[in-house]
């Protein structure tokens, strides 16, 4: 089975309105791309965004969503508020969250529902902490993250979300997992979906993330379970994330 290439670009905290003005424009000004090209801009710059790609094959994504649906929760916005600007995919379990903000499987899991009912769908980031790859628990520790999503939503919506393998140690440090690394969890992540569901696991986008570079593109891409990137600090340098979307295309 094909499935399409994702090349996601997470901002995180970082832009300012000329910045994301230029870089939209600019990735506008790039031929069409065979992979789905995403971006993901802090909260304030979604609807800018939305606004600069109009009608272009671009799609917007966002980095956080309130597990609430509405009400006195002072500072959160609901997947429905999302779902209103035409945002397509949203982060969750992204592993600056979990340490960072103390986000836990059981509160992720809340998010995932949140997002699911609107018809949104998450991006649902997994993997393992360096001291875990170094006691081989790696597989153990992704699989786990899996089924506490698995054991509340079920196999079937598995086929609405995207999952990006994130190894916890690649983040942020310049020293991305190699291709087959990256490929080696890939392809226990769809085996371990497949005891649940052939189709769904045949079916379902796994992203690797985790200083994706342009040179580290080229391998990734040639690994059969990798079916798109993540990508943190590179996708802020327009040209690089240009390059990683040609060799993804
Ligand atoms: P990085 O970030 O590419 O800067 O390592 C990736 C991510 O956090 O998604």
Same mark, same amino acid.
């Not at 832009?15 to 802090?42: A, D, M, Q, R």
């Given at each position: 089975?094909?499935?399409?290439? !994702?090349?996601?670009?997470?901002?995180?905290?970082?832009?300012?309105?000329?910045?994301?003005?230029?870089?939209?424009?600019?990735?506008?000004?790039?031929?069409?791309?065979?992979?789905?090209?995403?971006?993901?801009?802090?909260? @304030?710059?979604?609807?800018?965004?939305?606004?600069?790609?109009?009608?272009?094959?671009?799609?917007?994504?966002?980095?956080?969503?309130?597990?609430?649906?509405?009400?006195?929760?002072?500072?959160?916005?609901?997947?429905?508020?999302?779902?209103?600007?035409? !945002?397509?995919?949203?982060?969750?379990?992204?592993?600056?969250?979990?340490?960072?903000?103390?986000?836990?499987?059981?509160?992720?899991?809340?998010?995932?529902?949140?997002?699911?009912?609107?018809?949104?769908?998450?991006?649902?980031?997994?993997?393992?902490?360096?001291?875990?790859?170094?006691?081989?628990?790696?597989?153990?520790?992704?699989?786990?993250?899996?089924?506490?999503?698995?054991?509340?939503?079920?196999?079937?919506?598995?086929?609405?979300?995207?999952?990006?393998?994130? @190894?916890?140690?690649?983040?942020?440090?310049?020293?991305?997992?190699?291709?087959?690394?990256?490929?080696?969890?890939?392809?226990? !992540?769809?085996?371990?979906?497949?005891?649940?569901?052939?189709?769904?696991?045949?079916?379902?986008?796994?992203?690797?993330?985790?200083?994706?570079?342009?040179?580290?593109?080229?391998?990734?891409?040639?690994? @059969?379970?990798?079916?798109?990137?993540?990508?943190?600090?590179?996708?802020?340098? !327009?040209?690089?994330?240009?390059?990683?979307?040609?060799?993804?295309?």
């Amino acid at each position: 089975m094909t499935r399409q290439k !994702i090349v996601a670009g997470n901002w995180k905290m970082n832009g300012s309105k000329e910045s994301i003005t230029t870089l939209v424009n600019s990735l506008l000004e790039t031929e069409s791309f065979n992979s789905e090209v995403v971006v993901l801009p802090p909260f @304030p710059y979604l609807h800018l965004v939305s606004l600069l790609i109009n009608k272009s094959s671009i799609v917007v994504a966002a980095q956080n969503v309130s597990d609430k649906t509405k009400g006195a929760f002072t500072g959160e916005v609901s997947a429905s508020m999302l779902k209103d600007f035409g !945002i397509k995919y949203v982060l969750v379990g992204h592993s600056e969250r979990r340490s960072l903000y103390a986000e836990n499987d059981t509160f992720i899991v809340l998010k995932i529902k949140a997002l699911l009912a609107s018809g949104l769908m998450p991006m649902f980031c997994i993997g393992e902490t360096l001291e875990e790859r170094n006691s081989n628990r790696t597989l153990s520790v992704c699989k786990k993250q899996l089924q506490a999503v698995l054991d509340e939503i079920g196999i079937d919506a598995f086929a609405k979300l995207v999952i990006a393998y994130e @190894p916890v140690w690649a983040i942020g440090t310049r020293h991305s997992a190699s291709a087959q690394q990256a490929q080696r969890v890939h392809q226990s !992540i769809r085996s371990f979906l497949a005891k649940f569901s052939k189709s769904v696991a045949e079916k379902i986008q796994i992203l690797y993330g985790g200083s994706v570079s342009s040179s580290a593109s080229i391998d990734l891409f040639s690994m @059969p379970d990798v079916d798109g990137v993540l990508v943190g600090s590179a996708s802020l340098n !327009i040209n690089e994330f240009i390059k990683i979307v040609r060799i993804a295309s």
